[in-house]
């Protein structure tokens, strides 16, 4: 399974990688994965798994343990942003109603084969700097489209 992973780092430039990654399956959100376990070129980084999605747009919560999708009652946050459906488009005061909690499906903390995007977080650099390693990538938008 071909996973898309946003890697961040510090000074908060983020970099794009696909990669067939076996390794990472059966992880859990907030472990620590080395960089060759994704790719050759990422030889002595560490990373933090910091978010993932699966294939229909659910995101994985660290709070809904094992696999698969489930029903969880949410607060404001991960997985529930706006106000819901019934409410409708009328304008109020607060858009976010205190104590509102709803019903929503989200994904399990355990990476599987159903993740197709994965968030990483920069622990430990290695020996060469991201930049080096994509250097294709975070360009200026005027030397992006001169190249083309």
């Known amino acids: ?14 970099f794009k990688l696909e990669a067939d990654s076996e390794a990472i399956i059966d992880k859990k959100l907030h ?18 798994i910091t978010g993932a999605s699966d294939k229909s747009g659910f995101t994985a919560v660290k709070e809904v343990e094992g696999i698969g999708k489930k029903k969880v009652l949410l607060s ?11 409410e409708g488009k009328k304008k109020q005061s607060n858009p976010t109603p205190k104590g509102l909690r709803l019903r929503k499906t989200v994904r ?41």
Do not use: C, W
Request: net charge negative; aromatic share 8%.
């Open 1 to 14: 399974m071909v996973f898309k992973f946003n890697i961040s780092e510090k000074s908060g430039k983020s």
């Open 31 to 48: 472990d620590k994965i080395e960089g060759k376990d994704i790719s050759e070129d990422l030889e002595g980084y560490e990373f933090e």
């Open 76 to 86: 404001y946050g991960k997985g529930m942003h706006r106000r819901p459906k019934r």
């Open 108 to 148: 399990a903390n355990t990476i599987t084969n159903d993740f197709t995007q994965i968030n990483l977080k920069v622990l430990k650099d290695g020996s060469k700097k991201l930049a080096e390693v994509f250097p294709d990538q975070n360009k200026a938008p005027e030397a992006a489209e001169e190249s083309q």
